[in-house]
C-alpha cells in the first residue's frame, strides 16, 4: 500500500515520509524541489530496497497542480492503493496585517487552505469507496486560537484543524473505517520559522517526534493530536482564557518573534 506525503522535502513531511518507511509503506513523496525528494528516494530506497517509492513533484499553490497530483497519484499507483494521505505542505507569513505582502499571503492560503481542501476531498472520496485508508492532515496549536502579526497562518490553520475535526465526525457517524486525523504541534525545530522570518526562542520538539506522534495517532483512530505535554497544557489554558484574552496574550507572544 502507498502513503502519499506532500511537502516531503524537508522538515516533518520528510520525517512522516521516513516513518512511514519504517512501518512499511510504499510511498510518494510530493513538494516543489525534485532534487530534495530524489535525495530521499534515494536514502529510504538503500534503505528499504524492496520499497517502492514515486516521486511527484508539484507547486500546491495551484489549484491545477493539486488535481494533477491525485490525478498521477492514482495512475501511477492506483486509486486503490493508496492507503494514507499527509497533507503537510505550508508556508507563514509573519508580519502585521496591514503591511504583509497580500500575495504572499494569498499564495499561503492557496497552500495551507484550498490544497487541503482539495486533496482531502479527492482522495477520501477514493478511502471511502475502498472501505479503508487514513488522511492525516498536519495542522498546528496556531489553529486553535488567533494569532495577531502571524495572522494568516493562525487562521489557515484554524480552518486546517475545524475542517479535519468535522470530516473525522462525519466519517464516525457513517461507520466508517477511514480515519482522519489533525496533527497539532506547538514550536517545531525545522526550517519553517525561518522561512517565514519568524524567531523562535525556548524548547521545540523535534520534526522526528511530531512525525511519529502523528502517524501513530492516526492510525489509532485519534481525532487531534497535539505532541508533547507542554503543548496541550497550553492548549487547554489558552481555552480556560477566552478568546480576547487569549489574543491579547498571543499578540505580546508572537511580537517578540520578529526575525527581521
Do not use: W
Not at 499527509?86 to 496585517?97: E, R
Not at 506522534?213 to 487547554?236: H, N, Q, R, W, Y
Amino acid at each position: 500500500m502507498y502513503a502519499l506525503v506532500t511537502g516531503a522535502s524537508a522538515g516533518i513531511g520528510l520525517e512522516i515520509a521516513k516513518y512511514l518507511a519504517v512501518k512499511g509503506y510504499d510511498l510518494i513523496l510530493t513538494a516543489r524541489r525534485e532534487e530534495r525528494l530524489q535525495k530521499l528516494r534515494g536514502q529510504i530506497l538503500n534503505k528499504y530496497p524492496d520499497r517502492k517509492v514515486l516521486v511527484i513533484p508539484a507547486d500546491l499553490s495551484k489549484r491545477e497542480e493539486c488535481v494533477r497530483l491525485f490525478e498521477e497519484c492514482c495512475a501511477q499507483a492506483g486509486s486503490q492503493n493508496i492507503d494514507f494521505v499527509v497533507n503537510n505542505a505550508g508556508m507563514g507569513v509573519y508580519g502585521l496585517f496591514l503591511d504583509t505582502d497580500l500575495e504572499k499571503e494569498l499564495t499561503l492560503i492557496d497552500l495551507n487552505v484550498t490544497s487541503v481542501h482539495i486533496l482531502s476531498k479527492l482522495f477520501l472520496r477514493e478511502m471511502v469507496k475502498n472501505g479503508r485508508g487514513v488522511l492525516l492532515n498536519v495542522g498546528s496549536c496556531a489553529g486553535f486560537t488567533s494569532g495577531p502579526t502571524f495572522s494568516s497562518y493562525y487562521a489557515s490553520k484554524n480552518y486546517v484543524v475545524r475542517l479535519t475535526e468535522a470530516i473525522h465526525e462525519e466519517l464516525r457517524q457513517a461507520g466508517s473505517p477511514v480515519k482522519v486525523c489533525c496533527l497539532c504541534p506547538g514550536p517545531v525545530d525545522t526550517a519553517f520559522n525561518k522561512n517565514s522570518g519568524v524567531l523562535v526562542s525556548g524548547r521545540q520538539i523535534t520534526a522526528k517526534q511530531a512525525a511519529r506522534e502523528g502517524v501513530d495517532g492516526a492510525l489509532s483512530g485519534k481525532m487531534l493530536v497535539i505532541p508533547g505535554t507542554k503543548m496541550k497544557l497550553v492548549t487547554v489554558g489558552s481555552h480556560l482564557l477566552g478568546e480576547h484574552l487569549s489574543t491579547v496574550i498571543n499578540y505580546h507572544i508572537q511580537k517578540k518573534k520578529a526575525g527581521k
